[in-house]
């Protein structure tokens, strides 16, 4: 089993549909939405074969300096064997464009 451990960016909440559209996936076993974070379980994953999951986020408050949030894919039974990677809105706005907003 693999799970796909998803930390919401700050300031963002998870659009309800998401939920409802990862569970129709095939491959996804189930589905658990904590306080700021997404947990995807799947049957496995096969090297060499890339799979694709979309979630939607939606702002919800603003939020300066925002920082890349973290996606961690892991066996669950070897939690040793994992990938982690970063990710970030392309929506959110650089703190340098609101500098000179603001001056």
């Keep these: 089993m693999v799970i ?44 060499e074969v890339l799979r694709s999951y979309s979630v939607t986020l939606e702002e919800e408050e603003a939020v300066r300096n925002l920082r890349p949030a973290v996606v961690k894919v892991y066996d669950y039974y070897q939690t040793s064997d994992e990938a982690v990677a970063d990710y970030s809105s392309p929506c959110a706005e650089r703190d340098d464009v609101n500098d000179l907003l603001l001056e």
Excluded: A, C, P
């Design 4 to 47: 796909i451990n998803l930390k919401l960016l700050s300031g963002y909440g998870l659009q309800q549909s998401t939920l409802q559209e990862l569970k129709r996936e095939s491959s996804v076993k189930r589905v658990d939405f904590e306080e700021g974070y997404i947990n995807i379980y799947l049957d496995g994953l096969k090297k």
